[in-house]
């Protein structure tokens, strides 16, 4: 089964279910469970705000995701009261990552390419989120690789599925790129 985690995404960084997926239930969450869990029949536990779990199946089931066995009752935290592991996704601050940014540092966009293209820091490579499924695949981070989006929802989504496939070596920069544009770092168009 998927765990899919419905929190938001400040509190899925902090601490989450090793393998579990972030796909926030206060963002465009319909399109990208849509994008993201690619089989309509996928088996699915959620992890949600303690008094929301029913919302999250209301909401995966009307768009057809029906298949949800069960929440984690308690949330995180009763997972944490019983001594299970959890995982976090390092983060900084716009303003901390742009004091490196003289470093040589990958970093990965993961905004729609139309929202790159209006504006995106200096050697950056850019990976739609809508395309993770694919790009994924032979994508490899043996160094820190900072991921950034707009806002910092999309790029936790993707920093998730990335963590699922073991790719660990991941900093997300929070706040997103409209966080970056309001740093001293070079936007290129």
């Known amino acids: 089964a998927l765990i899919l985690d419905v929190r938001k995404a400040d509190e899925f960084v902090s601490a989450h279910i090793p393998n579990s997926i972030f796909i926030g239930i206060d963002g465009q969450f319909a399109p990208w469970v849509g994008t993201i869990v690619e089989d309509i029949n996928q088996k699915i536990i959620i992890v949600a705000p303690e008094g929301r779990e029913e919302e999250t199946v209301l909401r995966l089931s009307r768009v057809g995701y029906d298949n949800c066995i069960g929440f984690l009752k308690g949330g995180i935290k009763a997972w944490k009261d019983a001594g299970e592991l959890t995982e976090s996704i390092q983060s900084i601050t716009a303003e ?31 990976q739609p989120l809508d395309f993770i499924s694919k790009w994924s695949l032979n994508f490899e981070a043996p160094s820190p690789t900072y991921i950034h989006c707009a806002g910092g929802y999309r790029s936790v989504i993707a920093a998730s599925i990335l963590r699922k496939k073991g790719i660990k070596n991941l900093i997300d920069i929070t706040g997103g790129f409209s966080a970056l544009q309001k740093t001293n770092l070079e936007i290129v168009k």
Request: proline share 3%; aromatic share 6%; charged share 35%.
């Open 96 to 126: 901390e990552f742009s004091k490196l940014k003289s470093q040589d540092l990958k970093v990965v966009d993961v905004r729609k390419p139309g929202e790159f293209e209006n504006g995106h820091l200096k050697t950056v490579s850019n």
